[in-house]
């Protein structure tokens, strides 16, 4: 499936973010997550749980049900789940066949995300998880904070193709976070197991719309701008501001220190979810830009929705004719296709 090789849709042996940690309370809350139904739900000590979404019996949502102590209770029927997936009450019989049960997956509160390893139960190593000192979510003077949870309509690798790729900050995002810099700035790529980097060090430059409107900044500004790929869909954004190293009153000084989270979750072949969390160096500055940071989001989803529409009318096989800033995108492509080829090749082996 574009962009990957037909009969590839998305790694399964990973783990993605299936909600913010705060999101999710005693009402069970229906994912779709790489095709399979979810329900995420927390049982009486406040544990996180997910579970196979689909009632065996008639196909309702049990992520549209409701709990009953550590059970999830299919809200049709009645039929009662434990958090092992396996069935404890029938009310309609007094037999439960031990046969009556549902999938489980693990899921690990790690930040301020829940994440879910939709593939084999026994690869699901905590190990693998984003470290939150390096990511700057639980870094020293850092503080973190949730701000936006999105069902987007178009396919997953169109939100990674768009933060792999920056030079759309410029463009799309031109009236509040992008400079043309973004776009002109040459980008350092590298690439480590599981991760992949990019970075534009911006040396005296003009400040974006939003350093103008936010702080009133009209001097030159020197910006780190980069992001990690933690495959198979995470993105940790870096942006730091400072005063050009030749101004003439506050030459090198910090202005805003920013660490942007971006997780991204396939849904269905044409649908995802989008968590967008940040930290500010600033005590209370996630807060203080969540009004300003909206539309800036929207307009990726935008961007993600329009071009899977237009994916459609190209029959779901667009053609590209790239240029040299998708060297980052296409390079995840590969890596993501490698992860994908390596599960194929298992299920097929096993
Ligand atoms: S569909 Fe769930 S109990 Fe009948
Ligand atoms: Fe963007």
Redesign the pocket.
Known sequence: MYPFRDGSFAVRNGWYVAAFAADLTDMPMQRTIVGLPIALYRKADGTAVAVGGRCPHRNFPLGKSCVRGDEIVCGYHGIAFGPDGQCTDIPSQDFVPRSYRIPTYPLVEHGMWLWIWPGDPDKADPALLPDLQLIGHDEEGMHPGALFSFEVQGRYQLLND??LD?T??AF??GTSIGTLENARTPEELTQDPGIFRSRRYIKGGPPTPALRDRRGIERLVDQVVGMDFYLPGFHAGIGDHFYAEDDPERPGELIQRNRVFHAVTPATQTSCYYFFGMSSHEPGGVEAVREALHP??L??IF?TEEIEKMIALAGGSPTELMIKSDTGAVMARRMLQAMMDAEAKESVGA
């Open positions: 768009n933060l920056l759309h900050l799309l995002h800036v989001l307009e990726d961007a």
